[in-house]
């Protein structure tokens, strides 16, 4: 289901394997640039050099150019290019996801491209994996809605290379407001909690925000 339009189903077309298959190899090239102190000058600009022939040819233009092939899309297909979860996704880390008895589980590992303080994970990483997974957990539940306020404890640091588990749930609603909680593990401890305010929008204003599913469309 996508978060960015509550209730709908992902649009397949981006999220095809090949995507996937390259989203995962730039994975790799990211790990590899982020661990790699005795890389001789010369291989670095040689492996550069390679890279931008392979964007140049990707993209059919002169790399460089910002925002190459980028259009306003639909936001039926979020999760695929999502920066926590999307497998089509370079940036995401993958953490993989299910809703049990309501609450969003989600597990992977987060590598040296999300380092923060040195052999840990980026705060501000941990802030955006708690608020995806929050937002999943709300539309499991029936109640979709755009971040109002989010309140992060941070109860030690999360180690990289290391499995985290994050476990999410809505604890109440009131109305168009839903209030749900999170927290972060690593081998049983608590690293992290979270606490959300969702707002649902009203319809008028998520066609604005949104504009139209693919559904509407269909009606």
């Known amino acids: 289901m996508s978060e960015a339009a509550p209730g709908y189903d992902d649009n ?11 989203a995962q190899a730039i994975r790799e090239l990211i790990e590899s640039a982020m661990t790699s102190p005795d890389a001789t000058e010369k291989e670095l600009i040689n492996a550069a050099n390679a890279i931008r022939r392979t964007t140049a040819a990707l993209v059919h233009v002169t790399a460089g150019v910002e925002a190459v092939g980028y259009k306003p899309r639909s936001h039926d297909d979020y999760l695929p290019r999502s920066p926590v979860v999307g497998e089509s996704s370079p940036l995401s880390p ?15 590992t987060f590598t ?15 802030a955006l994996a708690f608020d995806e997974v929050l937002g ?3 539309i499991a539940n029936g109640s979709p809605g755009m971040t109002g306020s989010l309140s992060i404890r941070y109860r030690m640091p999360t180690p990289l290379y290391r499995e985290v588990r994050l476990v999410a749930w809505v604890d109440r609603k009131e109305g168009r407001r839903i209030q749900s909680r999170a927290e972060l593990r690593v081998d049983g401890q608590v690293c992290a909690e979270a606490s959300g305010l969702f707002i649902q929008p009203r319809p008028e204003l998520a066609e604005k925000y949104f504009g139209r599913t693919s559904s509407q469309e269909n009606d």
Not at 12 to 22: I, K
Not at 94 to 108: M, N, S, Y
């Open 94 to 108: 993958r953490l993989d996801w299910e809703i049990v008895d309501g609450k969003c589980v989600a597990t992977g």
């Open 136 to 138: 999943i957990v709300n």
């Open 12 to 22: 397949p077309v981006f999220a095809t394997p090949e995507r996937a298959e390259l």
């Open 112 to 126: 040296a491209a999300y380092e923060g303080p040195p052999g840990y994970v980026h705060g501000g990483m941990i």
